[in-house]
């Protein structure tokens, strides 16, 4: 496993290695040994897989307490993955990255605990595939607002968005509830 860049503090994005022939090709998306070289070292316990059509906005998502940390990686199709620096004690606090994913690219994006996630699909359809280092909590779970003036996340879009009525009322930045 390659760390082709750190855009945030403690955010990693991954090359896998990928042993492609005529028939196609063969990647390690988890190897725990690999993963704990490069210091990731928390144990997953869920895995969870979306499908969304093109212009899909989702997140901002994050729990305030049983804070989840991401392996993210898109299987079929795009998606350009957006991470929001929630801790308070961060040098990279209140600030946003996005990283193109894509079942073309391979790549794997390590999200530590305290950061919001969301994605927006670039092609006609993706899957999204990711581990989570602790269980979906509903009553932790909160929404950044993905259109908050104050963060001008740059989402790339095409169009008017979709988005699901939970994230369309999510939390402005400077209410939400932050790490330390």
Not at 95 to 110: C, H
Not at 149 to 169: F, N, T, Y
Request: include cysteine; hydrophobic fraction near 35%.
């Amino acid at each position: 496993m390659k760390v082709v860049s750190k855009p945030l503090e403690g955010v990693l994005v991954l090359e896998p290695k990928v042993f492609g022939d005529s028939r196609g090709f063969f990647l390690e998306s988890y190897n725990e040994r690999a993963f704990t070289e490069i210091g990731i070292r928390e144990h997953f316990v869920q895995d969870n897989h979306s499908l969304s059509c093109s212009n899909v906005v989702r997140g901002l998502h994050y729990q305030i307490r049983q804070a989840q940390g991401k392996l993210v990686r898109v299987i079929v199709g795009e998606v350009l993955d957006v991470v929001v620096d929630l801790r308070r004690s961060s040098p990279t606090f209140g600030r946003w990255s996005s990283v193109p994913l894509s079942g073309e690219n391979k790549r794997i994006l390590w999200i530590p605990p305290g950061f919001a996630h969301g994605f927006r699909v670039v092609s006609e359809s993706a899957h999204v595939h990711y581990k989570a280092t602790d269980y979906y909590c509903p009553d932790a779970e909160r929404t950044l607002a993905w259109n908050d003036p104050e963060l001008k996340i740059d989402w790339q879009l095409s169009g008017e968005p979709i988005v699901s009525g939970k994230d369309q009322h999510g939390t402005p930045f400077r209410d939400t509830e932050k790490f330390e």
